[in-house]
């Protein structure tokens, strides 16, 4: 099997330059943050604070996650229901920042993400991919840009849903994850040791889209691997 793994902060794009991506090399494209805002969800479901460990951990065992994928399309099912909309809400954005700095959550969430590209060729995106979840992928990628930038993009995004948003909320929000995702005990976001950094500040999403799919060929015809 062959495994892309694709790190980086809040508001890169990853999401969809890894779906865009997968979708061109016919491998199945896994969004890991879809798995800690879920559990996020459920926490501000039951009224619990997402940041609050001792809480939190005697609920895990509660909580069904199951991801259904689509013609490639990822799904995410909340017990018996899809919360693949739902999931992305700000406060829910907040709610997995807080409930993925918990070493239970992310242990809970572990196996999932491995199994997956156990039995499939996968673009998989997150905080840790790289260094904690698929140490030996293939292609390790850490995308990035300015918060300006990361926030500018998130904003365009909510306006377009009908959201009310103000810029200056979205980027100390924007700000405030980066640095709870980059300062948290375990599995903190930072580049694996191999990644190869891809800053898209001022980047189309078409230059974005055919500069990883760049890297991810010339890496892959250039090395043989073993999964």
Not at 50 to 79: H, M, T, W, Y
Not at 113 to 125: G, L, P, S
Not at 141 to 165: C, D, H, N, Q, Y
Request: net charge negative; with cysteine.
């Amino acid at each position: 099997m062959i495994a892309i793994a694709i790190d980086g902060p809040a508001g890169a794009g990853k999401s969809t330059i890894a779906r865009r991506a997968a979708a061109e090399l016919g491998y199945i494209y896994v969004d890991t943050g879809a798995l800690y805002r879920a559990v996020g969800l459920f926490m501000i479901k039951k009224g619990i604070s997402p940041s609050d460990s001792a809480a939190v951990c005697p609920l895990l065992e509660q909580v069904q996650i199951r991801l259904a994928f689509q013609n490639g399309e990822q799904k995410v099912l909340l017990g018996n229901g899809d919360v693949t909309g739902e999931i992305r809400t700000p406060e829910v954005s907040m709610a997995a920042s807080d409930v993925s700095a918990i070493p239970e959550v992310r242990t809970f969430l572990f196996s999932l993400q491995q199994n997956i590209a156990k039995t499939n060729n996968v673009v998989m995106d997150g905080r840790d991919i790289g260094t904690v979840v698929l140490p030996n992928a293939q292609v390790k990628i850490f995308l990035t840009a300015s918060p300006e930038e990361r926030a500018k993009r998130r904003f365009a995004e909510m306006k377009e849903k009908g959201e009310p948003v103000v810029f200056e909320e979205v980027l100390a929000d924007l700000k405030k994850r980066d640095y709870n995702d980059s300062h948290r005990t375990v599995a903190p976001l930072v580049p694996a040791e191999t990644a190869i950094v891809v800053d898209t500040t001022g980047n189309t999403l078409e230059q974005s889209v055919e500069k990883l799919l760049s890297i991810i060929k010339s890496n892959l015809n250039e090395n043989e691997w073993n999964w």
